[in-house]
């Protein structure tokens, strides 16, 4: 838009020249920036106001200004803010490139420039864009808006244009300024890093510039203000270790000024109690009239290197009285030839040879070398580029043989290149021999079966027999130099190291004992230990012994034959609990019976009916206890095991929680055995039940039945097992693992882990009960944290499997007399009055000797004799003898409650005709009277 179309006003020539003078009097952009925007809005009245710069290729905003209650408020300063955020980007962009003012004032729809968007979002009355040219150089852009019906007039662009190109120039200069300012920033940080002081001194001495370390070095500002004749004073410098000021025309800095570059090392400055050596580079600065106008220095803390200099004088005196007075030989030679630069004085005392000699003629030294070892020397010197180490045997003069070892290493120049070559010969015909001497006592070490080995006073291991490879797992090359007791001992027994071993060997010099240790595998082993102090020759200790058998079978074996013998007493503690439990129940049982007949008020029978409830779940946990007692067995047939498990696999798919995943494993043509297929199935659910109860929050449960052949060598890990076949039961679960301390009670009856209420303690108690009744035995996998897995063996048959006959109904007596023999006296009383009821006669005996005297009396009225097996004076199998002497017919019924395997062949054998069980009910009684009367 044309500026004529406003009316023109002359400019304040007073005004133009102090915006003027303060536009040019900032040099610091971070101040220009505000004063330019706060002296354009003031004088031109604006609300808000934008100085643009180009950054980059893009325009940006780097300060701006808006009226706010009559203040000028500057803000967005240096923060280089997109235009298109806040501006017309389509004017900033016209203005910069035509390099040409636009004013809009009091804008309307049919000017040029209202359709763009950007105007008419900030809702601009009126706005004024000059360029800030300098030379032709477009520095930036002044952007200014009104929001008021205010137009800009002819005076504001005139003032504005008249001092654009002044902005422009005090742009320029503060942005250039600005650029030196960051440079000498700059420098002045990589002056301040290096790891050298800098400092620059005028040509009367004092320091203008010194860095961080210079500065440090300087002290105070009076010491830097020292001129030429006062700085040795001031700085307190001395020439090397004396206490003598260092001279003045010798300085550093008076020798530069004069026109020198040089580098001393024997300068020395004292601060306080501390001196400090340097090393300082001078060097003179010129003008361009080649005059020297200052000397910089860089000095260097040397303090370090002096004393590592002093340091490496007094090792290398040290050095060679050490060579001289060891018995080892030090020599020295030149890289490029054999000749020999030093050897030491054990040359002549170990070779026999002369020193003079091999200086003179250094061939010399290969005359003393075995011919059987000649070329291997020879080849190595000659090729070596780098260390090596000799093993080689000379001969001396005397006509001795010596083993020598002989170790070369380079010396390098500082740039890595070999320029002599040093090394150290020892004689070790000794360590030969003693290593001769153990070679043979390692090779009888290793043919024995003990793992053998020797470890140091800090338990680094020195020597490993082959033995020991065996046990642990780990070769000697992996395990010399480790810590014995960290890399063998289990976390158990590092206590009692300190405890016990150490104590020992330090009062009687050994110990013995068993420990438990784990292998390379992770296996646990425990094995028969025995350790002995090794003196040296001044009687001092030096290494133990250690010899190792391992005993892990043994104990295991030892602790299933001690498991074995306290569950056999425990079954004949509980055999005893249940016979007498037996005849407690036996006379109610059969008094419920006769009170059934008697009693017909429904109150009566429902009593009777809980009594009989009660007296048969006393029963059944005496049969659980019979069954954990060793012998006692069901009825027997042949079975075939998959049958059970398939029973068992629904009873566990309808039953057991959906988080548990079950499965089984059963081997194609398994063996069949013989065995009670009711006491079977209890073994097997009692197991899974367990299983379960070990997983609370879901696991994997799987029985598994295979065909199995146990072997001599099985038997011995397993001391109930015969050798032959056997069907394997595995009922495996993932739970939560059994510890040692539950592994060695779990069979006991009545032991429990259970809550109370949850559990009686006789399920694995009757579970071994059961398993030992049909000639097997079990074993048990566990790891805790990770599941459990009962093995069952049973001893394996060939047959068919067969069904017990059905039983019938049995019709009341005829009359007959039966003698009844039992030290229960409430048995005797029940069973005669329950017979008497059932159409029998009935006579009673308390005992075997009183039941042959009324068996004589009545022996041809007696048709069957009922006798208790376990009696006193005379056991039943005594009585039944001595009955079949007296009438090899007499018809005889056994019971017991009490009766093991092995007592149930001897009556068996004895040729009764029955065996009754306690406790037993009034059918099963009548039934096998009548079945054997009937014989």
């Not at 000659?382 to 010596?402: A, C, K």
């Not at 425990?526 to 350790?531: E, I, K, N």
Request: with cysteine; hydrophobic share 40%; glycine share 6%.
């Amino acid at each position: 838009m044309s500026v004529n179309s406003y009316q023109e006003s002359a400019l304040d020539i007073t005004t133009v020249v102090q915006l003027s003078q303060a536009i040019a009097g900032e040099l610091v952009l971070s101040d220009l920036l505000p004063n330019l925007i706060y002296i354009f809005m003031e004088h031109t009245e604006a609300d808000v106001g934008f100085l643009v710069m180009e950054k980059g290729g893009e325009w940006v905003i780097e300060a701006a200004g808006q009226l706010q209650l009559g203040e000028i408020s500057i803000n967005s300063l240096l923060q280089s803010l997109p235009i298109a955020n806040y501006l017309s980007q389509s004017i900033i962009h016209q203005v910069a490139a035509t390099q040409t003012s636009i004013v809009l004032n009091n804008v309307t729809p049919i000017d040029t420039f209202t359709t763009i968007a950007d105007i008419q979002y900030h809702k601009s009355q009126s706005l004024l864009c000059v360029p800030l040219v300098n030379q032709g150089q477009l520095e930036g852009l002044l952007y200014l808006e009104k929001q008021e019906d205010t137009p800009f007039s002819g005076y504001h662009l005139a003032l504005i244009e008249t001092l654009s190109g002044q902005t422009a120039i005090a742009l320029a200069h503060a942005q250039l300024y600005t650029q030196i300012k960051e440079r000498e920033n700059q420098l002045a940080q990589i002056l301040n890093a290096l790891p050298i002081g800098v400092a620059l001194h005028d040509t009367t001495g004092k320091i203008v510039y010194a860095n961080s370390i210079a500065a440090q070095l300087a002290g105070d500002d009076g010491a830097r203000a020292a001129t030429i004749a006062e700085i040795s004073q001031a700085y307190h410098l001395y020439r090397g270790s004396t206490e003598q000021l260092y001279p003045t025309d010798e300085l550093p800095v008076v020798r530069a000024l004069a026109g020198e570059t040089l580098t001393i090392d024997d300068l020395v400055l004292v601060q306080g109690n501390c001196a400090i050596a340097l090393e300082v580079v001078s060097t003179p600065i010129y003008n361009e009239q080649g005059q020297t106008v200052y000397a910089l220095c860089a000095m260097q803390d040397i303090t370090e290197r002096k004393q590592v200099e002093i340091a490496l004088k007094e090792s290398e005196e040290r050095f060679r009285q050490l060579a001289e007075n060891i018995d080892a030989i030090f020599w020295m030679r030149a890289s490029d030839q054999f000749q020999i630069l030093y050897i030491s004085q054990a040359y002549t005392r170990i070779f026999g040879g002369s020193a003079t000699q091999i200086f003179e003629n250094p061939q010399s030294f290969f005359n003393f070398v075995h011919p059987a070892d000649l070329d291997k020397i020879k080849t190595v010197i000659v090729n070596s580029q780098d260390s090596f180490e000799l093993e080689y045997r000379i001969i001396r003069p005397d006509g001795e043989i010596r083993w020598i070892r002989d170790r070369c290493f380079p010396i390098r120049d500082t740039k890595g290149k070999i320029y002599r070559y040093a090394g150290i010969a020892e004689d070790i015909t000794q360590r030969k021999q003693a290593d001769a001497k153990i070679h043979e006592q390692a090779t009888l070490i290793d043919i024995s079966t003990d793992a053998i080995f020797v470890q140091d006073l800090e338990n680094r291991i020195s020597f490993w027999n082959e033995s020991a490879k065996h046990l642990y797992g780990w070769t000697a090359a992996t395990v010399i130099g480790q810590n014995a007791i960290q890399l063998l001992f289990h976390p158990d027994e590092t206590a009692l190291l300190a405890k016990e071993i150490q104590p020992a060997l330090t009062h009687q010099g050994a110990w013995q004992g068993e420990l438990l240790q784990v292998t390379q595998d992770g296996r646990k082993i425990t094995v028969a230990s025995r350790w002995t102090l090794v003196r040296d020759d001044q009687g001092q200790p030096k290494s133990i012994l250690v010899t190792n058998t391992d005993i892990t079978e043994k104990k295991q074996i030892e602790q299933q034959f001690l498991r074995a013998q306290r569950l056999e007493s425990i079954g004949t503690l509980a055999s005893g609990i249940a016979h007498d439990l037996n005849n407690v129940l036996s006379p109610i049982s059969m008094s419920l019976e006769l009170l059934e007949k008697k009693l017909s008020d429904q109150q009566s029978r429902q009593l009777l009916k809980m009594l009989d409830s009660n007296v048969k779940r006393g029963a059944a946990l005496i049969k659980q206890v019979l069954s954990f007692s060793r012998g006692v067995s069901g009825k027997r047939m042949i079975i075939q095991v998959k049958h059970i498990i398939s029973e068992i696999q629904h009873i566990i798919q309808q039953t057991f929680p959906k988080s548990i995943e079950f499965s089984t494993h059963i081997a194609p043509e398994l063996w069949t055995i013989s065995g009670d297929a009711t006491q079977l199935n209890q073994v097997i659910m009692n197991l899974c039940i367990n299983a379960r109860d070990a997983m609370p929050n879901g696991g994997c449960l799987q029985i598994l039945a295979t065909n199995i052949f146990i072997d001599e060598l099985s038997v011995q890990k397993y001391p109930e097992a015969e050798v032959g076949c056997y069907v394997m039961l595995a009922v495996t679960d993932t739970g939560m693992g059994i510890s040692p301390e539950i592994l060695e009670r779990m069979f006991e009856p009545f032991f429990t882990t259970k809550e109370i209420g949850k559990g009686t303690g006789l399920g694995l108690s009757t579970v071994i009960g059961i398993i030992k009744s049909h000639g097997g035995f079990i074993n048990v996998e566990t790891t805790v944290g990770n599941g459990s897995q009962f093995q069952v063996y049973l001893p394996a048959v060939t047959g068919q499997q067969s069904q017990p006959p059905a039983a019938q109904d049995i019709p009341k007596g005829n009359g007959e007399l039966i003698l009844v023999v039992d030290d229960e006296q409430s048995i005797r009383e029940m069973a005669k009055a329950l017979l008497l009821n059932h159409n029998y006669r009935v006579l009673t005996a308390n005992n075997g000797v009183d039941a042959i005297a009324v068996y004589i009396q009545h022996k041809t009225e007696i048709n069957v004799v009922l006798v208790d097996m376990v009696m006193p004076d005379m056991d039943g199998i005594t009585t039944i003898h001595t009955l079949q002497k007296i009438s090899p017919t007499a018809k005889i019924i056994a019971s017991s409650g009490l009766l093991s395997s092995d007592q149930l062949a001897e009556v068996a054998s004895s040729d009764v005709q029955a065996f009754l069980p306690k406790p037993y009910t009034l059918p099963e009684l009548l039934r096998t009277i009548y079945l054997v009367n009937s014989q």
